[in-house]
T-cell receptor, first 111, second 113 residues
Framework: GNSVTQMEGPVTLSEEAFLTINCTYTATGYPSLFWYVQYPGEGLQLLLKATKADDKGSNKGFEATYRKETTSFHLEKGSVQVSDSAVYFCALSRNTGKLIFGQGTTLQVKP | EPEVTQTPSHQVTQMGQEVILRCVPISNHLYFYWYRQILGQKVEFLVSFYNNEISEKSEIFDDQFSVERPDGSNFTLKIRSTKLEDSAMYFC???????????FGQGTRLTVV
């Protein structure tokens, strides 16, 4: 079946450090891939998405590239800020629109 | 900017009671979803709804759960007889036709005591 696996958290970084959160997926066909972010006490917000192989999604300095050969969609940011502290969810969707989420990775950025 | 709204933000109920969680999806969206997130765990799909009927449901969505779109704007999730393990954050989401992006509400935190 379809599934998403994310790296275990929490990830603790200093401000301006480089961030990578790994995400790999298992799916039949060609899913769309997403990163959602959940700030403390808030709901889920779409951070970025990619709908086909080799697409790069980007938003607010975050990037992720849809790698079909490695079935991965790793999230990266060159310089994190304290305000980026949140839980990050990788997710996939097939043509039904149902989202399958990874377990989430907590990011803590310290000043 | 249009958004999905959910009410209430927090609901406390006694075990065995019925609860109704309410959602107002974005007005031109046609696909509606409920997800739940037990504290500290992943977000899990419950049910999807399109054209006034359930299009897909997970094994979590048993006979205790039901969804309804009673009018042109609301989308509700009912739990008939709540159990302690139903305590979770419940998220509503909606999606436009032809779009891959689902928009989520802020969630309703359900606490069953």
């Amino acid at each position: 079946g379809n599934s998403v696996t994310q790296m275990e958290g929490p990830v603790t970084l200093s401000e301006e450090a480089f961030l990578t959160i790994n995400c790999t997926y298992t799916a039949t066909g060609y899913p769309s891939l997403f990163w959602y972010v959940q700030y403390p006490g808030e709901g889920l917000q779409l951070l970025l998405k990619a709908t086909k192989a080799d697409d790069k999604g980007s938003n607010k300095g975050f990037e992720a590239t849809y790698r079909k050969e490695t079935t991965s969609f790793h999230l990266e940011k060159g310089s994190v800020q304290v305000s980026d502290s949140a839980v990050y969810f990788c997710a996939l969707s097939r043509n039904t629109g149902k989202l399958i989420f990874g377990q989430g990775t907590t990011l803590q950025v310290k000043p | 900017e249009p958004e999905v709204t959910q009410t209430p933000s927090h609901q406390v109920t006694q075990m065995g009671q019925e609860v109704i969680l309410r959602c107002v999806p974005i007005s031109n969206h046609l696909y509606f979803y409920w997800y739940r997130q037990i504290l500290g765990q992943k977000v899990e799909f419950l049910v999807s709804f399109y054209n006034n009927e359930i299009s897909e449901k997970s094994e979590i969505f048993d006979d205790q759960f039901s969804v309804e779109r009673p009018d042109g704007s609301n989308f509700t999730l009912k739990i008939r007889s709540t159990k302690l393990e139903d305590s979770a954050m419940y998220f509503c989401a909606s999606r436009a036709d032809g779009n891959t992006e689902a928009f989520f509400g802020q969630g309703t935190r359900l606490t069953v005591v």
